[in-house]
């Protein structure tokens, strides 16, 4: 949809439609000039969804405490963190206010791993079956778009290979895979799951190709369902 606009003195008046500009000056003829400007409503809607995404990253917050049930001291993080230590003695609760993130039991955000949603956790050691308290965290991006990924049986992109679009549930029932070892993430955030039916130990992957899940600490670790960080989880 185009715009047209009417000189008027100093001011300008817009209008939808093709731009006409008229103009007079004393002992000359008239003339009119008409322009034609087209926009484009995907590229439109792509920009205010950046702008969008931007802005919630940047709202991202979440609230550490040192003891059970939000007691203790306290501290606030909007970005990654790759050590708490050097806020907090240690860390029993936390409130998503914002975002989301993800939460490791080791400092440089080794160890296992947790997802976290907007909520309250005050006891997340007995919610989650965590053997020990929050040691880093880092921030997930919200990401508006479409979602790709490629799953490979073996290492090294290797083995059977599939391309995903979804969230799939089980791996073995819907591609015949007992085990995932690499993989290639295109496009958005996604989380894999240790059992079937988004269960048990997890594993964040943002994109970027994972050639051995074995030497990225998950060690022992099978991959049997994954997960899109979709939007409505912020």
């Not at 949809?1 to 093709?18: I, K």
């Not at 002992?27 to 034609?36: A, L």
Request: aromatic share 12%; proline share 2%.
């Amino acid at each position: 949809m185009g715009f047209h606009g009417m000189l008027l003195g100093q001011g300008v008046f817009l209008q939808r439609g093709p731009l006409v500009v008229r103009y007079k000056k004393e002992g000359f003829q008239q003339v009119d000039k008409q322009f034609s400007f087209k926009s484009s409503t995907s590229t439109i809607n792509n920009i205010t969804a950046k702008m969008t995404s931007k802005s919630m990253n940047m709202m991202s917050k979440i609230i550490f405490y040192e003891e059970r049930n939000f007691q203790g001291r306290s501290y606030e993080c909007m970005s990654d963190c790759p050590d708490m230590s050097s806020y907090l003695n240690r860390c029993h609760s936390c409130r998503v206010e914002r975002g989301c993130f993800i939460v490791y039991d080791r400092s440089n955000f080794m160890g296992n791993q947790y997802f976290m949603r907007r909520g309250e956790y005050a006891d997340y050691m007995n919610m989650m079956g965590m053997s020990d308290c929050i040691r880093s965290c880092r921030m997930i991006p919200m990401h508006r778009g479409s979602f790709r990924m490629r799953i490979y049986e073996r290492e090294n992109f290797d083995g059977k290979m599939h391309e995903l679009m979804e969230d799939c549930d089980n791996v073995m029932e819907r591609f015949g895979m007992s085990n995932v070892m690499s993989c290639n993430v295109l496009e958005g955030h996604w989380m894999m799951y240790e059992q079937p039916q988004f269960r048990g130990r997890m594993m964040y992957m943002k994109p970027g190709e994972y050639r051995n899940f074995m030497i990225m600490g998950r060690s022992g670790m099978r991959v049997m369902s994954m997960r899109r960080i979709m939007d409505s989880c912020y």
